[in-house]
């Protein structure tokens, strides 16, 4: 064990890779060393390992495992290389939370634009109306009422869409 493995796993001396790269006391179903071992060829395989960094990331691992053969070419032992991903998938991870948030915002202010092309000409046509009836001295206090509502509840909206856009 080198000692980047060490640093991480202070005592994998004597642990099997199961023990080590799983954290489990049974060999692993997609583990490159069993594979490796059942095959007698070079085998290689991504594992979690279900055991998290100080920075809540779990810890994962590019495993290579490799049959050593003595002269005989008989099988005598098996190297595995772990390549250590966690930070590499920590950063596809926040890059695809980053495009999440951008698909979200793109649509938030798509649909707050197509919300203001529909909001405008009401608020516009409720003005139109309310001067009219001003202009031809139309007197009914609760059509008036109700032209107020509706700009009331428009103006409510345009501020709901300013929010969105804010957001996006």
Known sequence: INEA????FPNA???SCHEIFCAGDKTCQVCALQRSIESGNIESGIERTGIYN???????????SSPVKNQ????????VIAQN??????????????????AIGTLAGGVAHDFNNVL?????YAEIIRLKMRQEAFADTVVY??????????????DLVEQVLTFS
């Open 145 to 158: 009422g109700y032209l107020d509502e509706i700009l009331k509840a428009s103006r409510r909206a345009r």
């Open 54 to 64: 100080d920075d809540g990331d779990e810890l994962v691992f590019d495993l290579t």
């Open 13 to 15: 001396v004597g642990m």
């Open 120 to 124: 405008t000409p009401i608020m516009g």
């Open 5 to 8: 493995t060490r640093e991480i």
């Open 85 to 102: 991903l966690t930070e590499q998938y920590r950063l596809e991870k926040q890059l695809r939370h980053t495009q999440k948030m951008e």
């Open 72 to 79: 005989e070419g008989d099988i005598s032992g098996y190297i």
